[in-house]
């Protein structure tokens, strides 16, 4: 285990962010400056006054040798120290540990909002060599980040602060993944509450309408897994959106219909019926070992059946979205996945490096276990994007997470006109989302005088039968944040 030391609160986060980079699988712990640092210790001393830091490692089992350097830096104000003080605490890393990372000292989850920032203000001329010095972002990532940045600025362009996009929220699946961190309950087990979520969304769907006033640009009904409702259920489920949001006339339609094991002819015909425009199929993995490890309940053979029940019900732009770095998988289980994934010639490929969370079961997996995937991330990612380009798919959307595979980042590819619209307005911000359902987010963007962004949130309860019981504070919430009064 490495124990990270710090006399000051300010340098926490991205300290810890960039040793679990450079230490990925190893245990991690943070505390305030004490008496002894002890073996396997990174100690940082800052001194925001003076500009000063400086760091001492203490080898260990984990650290090898001992490592001892100073910044001094007198003459930044505090915003440059900071920056200063971060290119430092990565620099030491990297020369410790004799690698690089990928976004070097980036530690955001939003590495393209920051490069389309850079590209406003100073234009594409050195970029890639502004991102390299500044930032220590590998060429080839700087060359992502811009081709990226430049897709999206042309799609986002017709929503850029104006107009919001709707989300609905559905927190049930078939059973629940391995690396799954999102809300989702058993739908098997939570049955009996599916008819009163479906009211509470009603619900909430009524005041929208009464809040917001105008269509949303894109639909977008998540969770969860919106399909694990039966074909009645998600039939009335379809029907509000249509009355409410006439989802069927807005720029995008998106069903996630993300397990193979909760789709069938029926939904299909369903989702087709009420005019759903884009949905996601996802295999995650093309190994049967791995689905039947990471809790998937379904065989390989249900993917492809799947995927090509969709294409018969004549949906034309299916996304699916695969995982790398999966337990026990190779670069090998990785090539076969790409391969296959093309063989079905998807609409657009969501190709995820695997993030680490706390309140998923693969932690505790991983702590009975052991490390998970010793293959080379970079190169499982570099092969995704020519398995993309094969498919004349463009990189149009790009974010990253903490413990993420590789140190890497996680890349929506899509052939022309098949793009995610809702998937780069989550994350880049420009627009406002209105989300219903239970452990939900919703954001209000404002750029009202055209001055700075503004950003606003409210969430709902992550707890089902908390969510149930208060339904209309849930709706005051955003009546509040979307600035409505009674
Ligand atoms: S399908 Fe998605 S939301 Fe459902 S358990 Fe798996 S990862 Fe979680």
């Not at 498919?391 to 890349?411: D, S």
Request: hydrophobic share 35%.
């Amino acid at each position: 285990m490495i124990t990270i030391e710090y006399n000051d609160e300010a340098f926490e986060y991205d300290a810890y962010a960039l040793c679990r980079s450079f230490y990925p699988g190893e245990e991690t712990e943070q505390r305030f400056m004490g008496e002894d640092a002890g073996c396997d210790s990174i100690r940082i001393f800052s001194d925001m006054e003076k500009r000063f830091v400086k760091l001492v490692i203490k080898a260990g089992e984990v650290l090898d040798h001992d490592f001892e350097r100073e910044l001094s830096c007198p003459d930044a104000d505090e915003r440059e120290f900071k920056w200063k003080w971060k290119l430092f605490f990565y620099d030491c890393m990297s020369e410790y540990t004799g690698r690089t990372l990928p976004w070097g000292a980036l530690t955001g989850v939003r590495p393209i909002k920051l490069i389309g920032g850079i590209m406003n203000e100073q234009g594409r001329e050195g970029l890639e060599d502004f991102l390299n010095d500044e930032y220590r972002v590998s060429r080839k990532k700087a060359e992502l980040g811009i081709r990226i940045s430049k897709n999206e600025s042309a799609l986002l362009k017709p929503y850029e602060y104006k107009g919001h996009s709707l989300y609905i929220g559905i927190p049930f699946c078939p059973s629940r993944c391995l690396y799954c961190s999102f809300l989702s309950y058993d739908y098997g087990k939570m049955k009996k509450h599916v008819a009163e979520y479906l009211e509470c969304v009603e619900k909430e769907l009524k005041a929208y309408v009464e809040i917001m006033g105008e269509k949303p640009s894109t639909v977008y009904i998540g969770g969860g897994t919106p399909t694990a409702l039966n074909a009645a259920e998600l039939d009335e489920l379809l029907s509000m959106a249509e009355e409410y949001a006439d989802a069927a006339n807005t720029d995008e339609f998106t069903v996630e219909a993300g397990r193979p094991d909760s789709l069938d002819d029926e939904k299909f015909r369903v989702m087709k019926a009420h005019g759903v425009s884009r949905i996601s199929v996802n295999p995650q993995t093309f190994k049967e070992d791995t689905l039947e490890l990471i809790g998937r309940k379904h065989s390989v053979a249900d993917v492809e059946k799947a995927f090509v029940a969709a294409r018969e019900a004549g949906f034309d732009n299916i996304n699916m979205d695969l995982i790398l770095g999966l337990p026990g998988e190779n670069a090998e289980d990785v090539r076969r996945t790409l391969d296959r994934a093309a063989e079905l010639n998807p609409d657009s490929l969501t190709v995820h490096s695997l993030a680490l969370k706390r309140s998923s079961k693969m932690t505790q997996w991983i702590a009975e276990h052991g490390a998970i995937s010793g293959m080379d991330h970079d190169a499982a990612m570099e092969y995704a994007l020519k398995t993309a380009e094969s498919l004349k798919m463009e990189p149009y959307y790009l974010y990253r997470q903490k413990n993420i595979a590789g140190a890497l980042e996680n890349t929506g590819f899509a052939a022309e006109g098949k793009y995610g619209i809702y998937n780069i307005l989550i994350m880049e911000e420009v627009q406002s989302i209105y989300a219903i359902g239970a452990g939900t987010v919703s954001k209000r963007v404002n750029q009202g005088d055209g001055s700075a962004v503004e950003i606003t949130r409210c969430d709902t309860h992550k707890d089902l039968s908390l969510y149930l019981s208060d339904i209309q504070a849930m709706i005051e919430r955003k009546r509040r944040l979307f600035g409505a009064t009674d």
